[in-house]
């Protein structure tokens, strides 16, 4: 029996913790593993920066137009290349920020309603239902937006055009309000599209509110708003942010249902709801068919690079200003 402070037997060695080198090389495997991953999708989105920015070079050095505004987009002739962005740009930040407007608030009041009033057996099957929205095929509300809702859009269009015509948003465009093919259709389409991803977002926001804060304003007396207001609203105001940019990165860069709605115009004309034309996204996937040729294709890699760069510009900003939001 040894004593404690006293060196034991001759030759018998001092116990060494047991698996403490299998646990450092189990955090140093895993480590590595989760740096690896990590890294992953900055690699990707890195790779893909880097392959669109070589492709589009060539055909922006032989470019006869300015690309940023010149609202020519000629690709026909392989020597007499004119292409710019002007109209793509317009049409799409208007379709994109309208469907955003139209959408945040039905999201929001819908999250607010599924966590803050709904009963949980009426919460949960309406929740799913929403959620499921997301999982109809883009092609499907492409449909159903030219021919179910613009028919039904049209008196709402004219009424708008002849009221606020004065307006330089609800002023006559370059197509024709009976078809329903404008951006003001598209808008509305896309409001949809991405209202269940705003509203899944929003609504786990808001169930993480704080208990303890809920409780301290009904302990106050506040009504059933005023707890809103002051508790659930403050607190998912990062989580807001961050779902409305996710939808406007989703509108941004929405392909087939624009370009079924959308009626193509030589021109977009002006920034009016009214208005035709076509996206990024839609230009490009109308002319998929056509790249045969490095230097016209170039042309519409160099689009695709624009949209690429302003849907990562829109997410990074969000996220800074849902970081911003957090740590004040």
């Known amino acids: 029996m040894s004593i404690p402070g006293m060196p034991g037997p001759a030759g018998v060695k001092a116990p060494k913790a047991i698996g403490a080198s299998s646990r450092q090389f189990g955090d140093r495997a895993f480590k590595a593993i989760a740096t690896a991953a990590g890294s992953t999708i900055v690699i990707a989105i890195a790779l893909i920066a880097i392959f669109l920015l070589i492709r589009a070079v060539p055909s922006l050095r032989v470019n006869h137009v300015n690309f940023f505004t010149s609202a020519e987009f000629s690709t026909t002739d392989a020597e007499n290349l004119a292409f710019g962005i002007r109209d793509l740009f317009m049409v799409t930040v208007l379709s994109s920020v309208f469907a ?23 919460a949960r099957p309406f929740s799913v239902m929403v959620d499921l929205l997301a999982a109809v095929p883009s092609i499907i509300f492409g449909l ?15 009424f708008l055009n ?20 404008t951006i ?7 409001a949809v599209m991405i209202l269940p991803i705003v509203t899944s977002v929003s609504r786990e926001v808001f169930r993480q509110t704080p208990k303890p804060h809920i409780e ?10 005023e707890v809103i207001r002051m508790t659930v609203l403050p607190f998912g105001r990062s989580g807001i942010v961050a779902a409305s ?39 490009i996937a109308s002319a998929a068919a056509e790249f045969s040729e490095p230097l016209p294709t170039g042309a519409y890699i160099a689009a695709g690079f624009v949209l690429f760069a302003l849907t990562f510009i829109v997410n990074s900003a969000a996220r800074a200003v849902a970081g911003g939001r957090v740590n004040g």
């Open 100 to 122: 955003l407007l139209l959408a945040v608030p039905v999201s929001v009041g819908i999250a607010i309603f599924l966590t803050q009033y709904a009963p949980a057996r009426f």
């Open 144 to 158: 159903w937006g030219i021919f179910v809702l613009a028919p039904n859009l049209e008196p709402i269009a004219t």
């Open 184 to 190: 003001f259709t598209a808008g509305i389409v896309l």
């Open 216 to 225: 301290a304003a009904q302990a106050l007396g506040a009504t059933k708003w």
């Open 162 to 181: 002849r009221t606020l015509g004065w307006l330089f948003l609800f002023k006559q465009g370059n197509v024709s309000l009976a078809g329903g093919g």
């Open 245 to 283: 940019m996710l939808g406007l990165g989703r509108a941004l860069g929405e392909t087939v249902a624009v370009l079924i709605i959308l009626r193509s115009a030589a021109k977009a004309g002006s920034w009016s709801l009214f208005d035709g034309g076509y996206t990024f996204a839609s230009k």
